[in-house]
């Protein structure tokens, strides 16, 4: 069976590589819907450094999607069956290092060929199925799952005391850790600080909100998540610095392209614990997708995502990218091709 791979040859332009399909011990899955991430506009924008751009082009990019199984040599799944596809490949695992950062792991998408092809082939431990959940949200699934690694992570590392825990960023991933956050930690007060009013009035299921410049000079909070990224990181985390208890846990999801200064001092006098958290595996994704079966969880993801019209060639493709410039979270589309 002969694939077609729409590949990024360079920022901006896209080509379709022909290849053949290895069916052997492997799920084919029919991509439905697709999402975009902020990492894969920067490779669309050539927002990476020229030598990055250089190793990791061409490949196929997206890694958020949800599919339909087509065959599945193994005899996991059924024909027609819904899955989400978890684009981590991890190498050699080692006890009590997550997949996600074992060094030898492969991440599609990020040097290698992701989901914008005819059709996937992945291993039966790379797909989790999932039932009565909108494909329009099941396609940010591995955006869920990325929330959810980094709150396991928090409950592993943090102390017991979690009065209240603030999320600094008003975007996209502050919005997914505040619903896992508010699914999980029940009794806690979780409070979002950001820039955008017009994003944080869309916060309204979390304990309160602030903007930056309006946040109390006394306010205090047990432990934060920083999903800012690129410059704002350095605001973010020496905000956090200064408002967080001592021993506090700082869980570091927002990516920067150049170094970040801290305020080490306060930070050491402080004790406090800082946690980087970047992409998640197959335990995240199966946790990800029992928290979507939740229909209240589910619908409170629907505000955040707008559906663009549907893909079905090179030029829909850059029209999808241009229309996620403009969007204020989420873009997802359906893959027709």
Known sequence: MINYIYQLVSPGI??????????????IVRPKYMSICHADQRYYLGQ???????????MALIH????????????????????????????KMRKGIFENYLQDSRFLS??????????????????????????RVA??????????????????ESHCYKDTIAIFGDGSLSYVVSCVLK??????????????????????FVDQTYTLDRLPHDFKMDHAFECVGSSGSYYAINDIIRHIKPQGTVVLMGVSENEVPVNTRDL??????????????????????????????????????????????????NRVFSTDLNTMFKTVFEWKV
């Open 64 to 91: 958020e999607c949800c599919g339909e199984v087509l065959s599945d040599k193994t005899n996991t799944f059924k024909k027609g069956q819904k899955v989400v596809m978890i684009p981590n490949v991890p190498g």
């Open 183 to 204: 699914s999980i930690y029940k009794d806690t007060k979780v409070v979002v600080v950001g820039k955008n009013i017009n994003k944080l009035s869309y916060f309204s």
């Open 139 to 156: 396609a940010i699934s591995e955006f869920v799952s990325v929330g959810v690694h980094a709150v396991n992570r928090f409950n592993l």
């Open 48 to 58: 990476r450094d020229a030598n990055i751009l250089r190793k990791k082009l061409p």
């Open 110 to 135: 990020s040097g290698y060929d992701g989901f914008m092809r005819e059709f996937v082939e992945l291993a039966s431990d790379r797909l989790v199925m999932f039932e009565d959940i909108d494909e």
């Open 268 to 317: 050491l006098e402080k004790g406090l614990n800082l946690i980087g958290c970047s992409r998640s595996g197959r335990e995240d994704f199966k946790k990800a997708i029992n928290l979507m079966s939740n229909k209240e969880f589910c619908n409170r993801l629907k505000p955040i995502i707008y559906e663009d019209m549907p893909v079905r060639n090179i030029e829909d493709i």
């Open 14 to 27: 896209f080509s379709i590589k022909y290849s053949d399909i290895d069916s052997s011990n492997k799920v």
